[in-house]
């Protein structure tokens, strides 16, 4: 059989037809080159990855496309497959990605606690469900007005109103798939290119990568175990400019679990109200998973804070409905309308089933009734059963989370230590590797959310499971020590 090669002016690679298959090897297909292969058919085609090609302007990550006639005869065209320099700037979650590798590995077999999503573990309740359900047997199965549903709409101006002391109107109010999306449109309708965002650290994972997509600058502002993860008010001020934009509050937080108390939250009011430029984007979807005596306090209370500030919520959390995707942005109708503006070109609005069900959750009385108070309660038992275990080992340090599900410990001490069978434990992200291969628990590094000195465990997870997941930890914990 002949061999032949494809020679570009960046690279080279080798092609050869071998029977019933087409295989392609090469220094193009990267340092660790996979053979590909596919059955003869009378027209097939395959793509082959090339080397980037330099140019002036910018790189450009090339493959040959190659096509198999029915006569065997064969043709090759080049295709530019660059991505976007936007998209580039991105980083994947890797609390998604640690979440789908830990999913794999128990659909293989693997016996892997997974403790890295931040997904409630209780079913919706029921009456949310029945909502959903009689919304499709009623016909409700059709588009939405983009913003959502009046009724929906009216629902959420009354909660704010009643359990935040905010006042809204309907046309203050966009409904979105998710408060995911809800924030990254509010990034995106008032940041400008160079802009800066402003960051408390650790933060959610995708709030950097919201400002970047945005064309603006993440401003990361660290805060220390020892102050519960809280911004520090002079800090904040020390670092804000003319591009300061947006600053983005989390309360309770994601990773941490601070609550941030009410005259701290006033000070930073005091500093952002000194900046006229400054907006402030809190996100308060965790605000009914929180435990006394630490109470909640919406941004947008605070005197003069109204005007500037674009609240985030939804029902992911509070009420169990991840997968149900709707989240909610309330603010002064010039901002909310721009929000709204963005959506009509990229979603629409969101489900109608789901916004059926988003009545009856927030119908189930004040900061979800019963209902909700029966799955904090069952957070706060896991929190004090985890603070309690982790406390007994040595070179750990805690801060006690007031909200949210999550405990993000300091276990920066084990960095250095040589883990047999394993190598050595450098950072986050190795002690969370660590432990998956050798404790087969799913945790989340630091580093993703800021901090490379903790990690981070979600307690959305049983009692049992919990304390064989802690087991688990201690053993392997205590090998490196």
């Given at each position: ?27 193009d ?23 980037l090609?330099?140019?002036k302007?910018r ?9 198999v ?32 590798q ?26 949310i469900?029945?909502?959903?359900i ?13 913003a ?9 101006c009354?909660?704010?109103k009643?359990e ?20 990254v ?5 008032v ?7 402003i960051?408390p650290?650790?933060?959610?994972v995708s ?6 997509l ?38 309770p ?20 109200a ?31 804070m ?13 009420f ?17 309308a ?48 985890l ?17 949210a ?29 660590y ?17 490379d ?26 090998t490196?020590?």
């Amino acid at each position: 059989m002949a061999a032949f090669s494809l020679q570009t002016s960046s690279s080279s690679s080798s092609i050869a037809r071998l029977g019933s298959q087409t295989r392609f090897s090469g220094a193009d297909l990267g340092p660790d080159p996979k053979s590909i292969g596919f059955p003869s058919h009378p027209r097939s085609s395959l793509v082959l990855p090339l080397k980037l090609t330099n140019s002036k302007s910018r790189s450009r990550a090339m493959v040959m496309a190659v096509a198999v006639s029915g006569n065997d005869q064969t043709q090759i065209t080049e295709v530019d497959i660059s991505l976007s320099p936007r998209v580039n700037s991105l980083k994947p979650s890797k609390t998604v990605a640690i979440t789908d590798q830990a999913t794999a590995l128990v659909q293989a077999g693997v016996p892997v606690i997974r403790l890295a999503a931040g997904e409630p573990d209780f079913d919706t309740p029921s009456v949310i469900a029945e909502a959903g359900i009689n919304a499709i047997r009623e016909g409700h199965t059709r588009y939405t007005p983009n913003a959502g549903t009046l009724e929906l709409r009216e629902a959420i101006c009354y909660k704010l109103k009643e359990e935040n002391g905010i006042s809204y109107t309907p046309d203050q109010i966009v409904v979105s798939n998710g408060a995911k999306q809800s924030i990254v449109q509010a990034v995106l309708a008032v940041c400008s290119p160079g802009d800066e965002v402003i960051i408390p650290a650790p933060f959610w994972v995708s709030y950097p990568e919201m400002a970047r997509l945005a064309d603006a600058t993440p401003v990361i502002l660290p805060t220390s175990i020892s102050d519960n993860f809280l911004l520090d008010p002079k800090l904040l001020e020390s670092k804000l400019t003319e591009k300061s934009r947006l600053l983005i509050l989390c309360s309770p937080s994601n990773p941490t679990g601070s609550v941030y108390p009410k005259k701290l939250l006033q000070e930073i009011a005091q500093i952002v109200a000194r900046h006229p430029r400054l907006l402030v984007i809190s996100d308060e979807i965790y605000e009914h998973i929180i435990y006394t005596p630490a109470t909640h306090t919406s941004f947008a209370s605070l005197p003069g804070m109204w005007e500037r500030t674009l609240t985030v919520n939804g029902f992911s959390k509070a009420f169990a409905m991840t997968g149900w995707r709707l989240g909610y942005l309330a603010g002064p109708k010039h901002f909310v309308a721009a929000c709204g503006k963005i959506q009509s070109q990229f979603t629409s609005g969101a489900s109608s089933i789901s916004q059926k069900a988003g009545v009856a959750a927030l119908g189930l009385g004040y900061a979800g009734g019963e209902a909700v108070s029966i799955m904090v309660k069952a957070f706060r038992e896991r929190r004090d059963f985890l603070v309690k275990s982790f406390g007994e080992l040595s070179g750990v340090k805690i801060s006690e989370p007031k909200g949210a599900f999550y405990l993000f410990i300091d276990v920066s001490s084990y960095y250095g230590t040589e883990a047999e069978g394993f190598g050595k434990i450098e950072n986050s992200e190795s002690l969370c590797r660590y432990l998956l291969d050798k404790g087969q628990v799913a945790l989340v590094p630091g580093d993703a959310f800021g901090d490379d000195t903790c990690i981070r465990i979600s307690y959305a997870a049983s009692l049992t499971t919990l304390q064989a997941a802690v087991e688990r930890i201690k053993k392997a914990l205590v090998t490196l020590k």
